[in-house]
């Protein structure tokens, strides 16, 4: 039972442009939501995260906007970089905060 | 500052055998998470340990076992190795249970 859940395996963006990463979520009890950048033979890097009470969380290029009501959230990537091109896992846990779920991953492929 | 770091980078093994995997976490960190990860997969929960004690356990079979020592180090234990245990072990470490973890580069194992 997948309860992080990225439906688009693939994005393809020109250098510059808008990233729109997105991720859906099941579990109402999940409070904290962080997003992970993975390259080829390396584990995944932490990029931002947002809580429960926000809706919004800027980090420079990177902002992460959380609707509760529709157990959605997006990384929003502005301006694209090529060496943004990586898999990018959203992941989410509970009041307990002791396991973490991950989506399947959504692979940004930025276009110079 | 060191990162996570793991030990071994690759590994082979048969069925039936059986792996210890080590992980080092940051400097001041208390927590350690182990994951697994097949391809085309997020990484899945197997363990969490706090303070050598374990807070959290994934959906993995009683073959799977973990410890944590004094130093906040860690080891995952795999016995009776299947072919489908191949994959990409992660270990993440975190100042405290509900923080974020910061990952390490994994240890490839390859059941044959």
């Known amino acids: 039972d997948q309860q992080v859940k990225q439906n688009s395996p693939s994005l393809s963006v020109q250098e510059g442009r808008i990233s729109i990463l997105n991720c859906d979520y099941t579990?109402?009890?999940?409070?904290?939501f962080l997003w992970y950048k993975k390259y080829p033979a390396e584990g995944p890097t932490f990029l931002i995260s947002?809580?429960?009470?926000?809706d919004k969380n800027e980090d420079g290029r990177f902002t992460v906007f959380l609707n509760k009501s529709a157990k959605h959230l997006s990384l929003h990537i502005v301006p694209s970089q090529p060496g943004d091109s990586a898999v990018y896992f959203c992941a989410a846990s509970g009041l307990t905060g002791n396991q973490f779920y991950f989506g399947t991953g959504t692979s940004l492929t930025v276009i110079p | 500052d060191a990162g996570v770091t793991q030990s071994p980078t690759h590994l082979i093994k048969t069925r039936g055998q059986h792996v210890t995997l080590r992980c080092s976490p940051i400097?001041?960190?208390?927590?350690v998470s182990w994951y697994q990860q097949v391809l085309g997969q997020g990484p899945q929960f197997i363990f969490q340990?706090?303070?050598?004690?374990?807070?959290g356990r994934g959906n993995f079979p009683d073959r799977f076992s973990a410890r944590q020592f004094p130093n906040y180090s860690s080891e995952l234990n795999v016995n009776a190795l299947l072919l489908g245990d191949s994959a990409l072990y992660l270990c993440?470490?975190?100042?405290?249970?509900?923080?974020?973890?910061?990952f390490g580069p994994g240890t490839r194992l390859t059941v044959t």
């Open positions: 579990n109402s009890m999940f409070d904290y």
């Open positions: 947002i809580s429960s009470i926000k």
């Open positions: 340990y706090y303070e050598k004690e374990e807070r």
């Open positions: 993440a470490s975190s100042v405290d249970i509900s923080y974020e973890q910061y």
């Open positions: 400097s001041g960190h208390k927590s």
